[in-house]
């Protein structure tokens, strides 16, 4: 089974840095886009930063300069380096994937992460 697992995730006060990984744990053939998306309390899911397979990348205008995504495609892994962080970047992080060809073959869509805590203090 193809699963996206985060780590990284922490408390850390205002201006601190923190990296966010995720994997593609299971058999897989190609995974394609890959992005960090948040959500905070009351709010809805955001996307942070996005990736494609090519390595072209995609940011939130609230993260510009701070964030940056990098994948590393032979080990199915998208990372978000985190610096300047702000107490507003508070959230749950979630790893995605819009399309992933399984080791079976099957084309699957829309995989998520189980999230990992942010916490910036101030």
């Known amino acids: 089974q193809v699963q996206l697992v985060e780590s990284g995730g922490g408390l850390v006060q205002t201006g601190g840095s923190l990296r966010l990984s995720c994997v593609v744990s299971?058999?897989?053939?190609?995974?394609?886009?890959m992005a960090w998306y948040r959500q905070s309390p009351g709010k809805q899911r955001e996307l942070v930063a996005r990736?494609?397979?090519?390595?072209?990348?995609n940011y939130t205008d609230s993260v510009k300069g701070r964030f940056t995504i990098s994948r590393d495609n032979a080990k199915n892994t998208v990372d978000l380096q985190m610096n300047s962080l702000k107490p507003e970047d508070t959230a749950v992080y979630y790893c995605?994937?819009?399309?992933?060809?399984?080791?079976?073959?099957?084309?699957?869509?829309?995989?998520w992460g189980q999230g990992t805590q942010v916490t910036v203090s101030s």
């Open positions: 299971g058999s897989v053939f190609s995974v394609n886009a």
């Open positions: 995605y994937s819009d399309k992933i060809l399984e080791g079976n073959y099957h084309l699957g869509y829309d995989y």
């Open positions: 990736i494609s397979i090519l390595g072209s990348t």
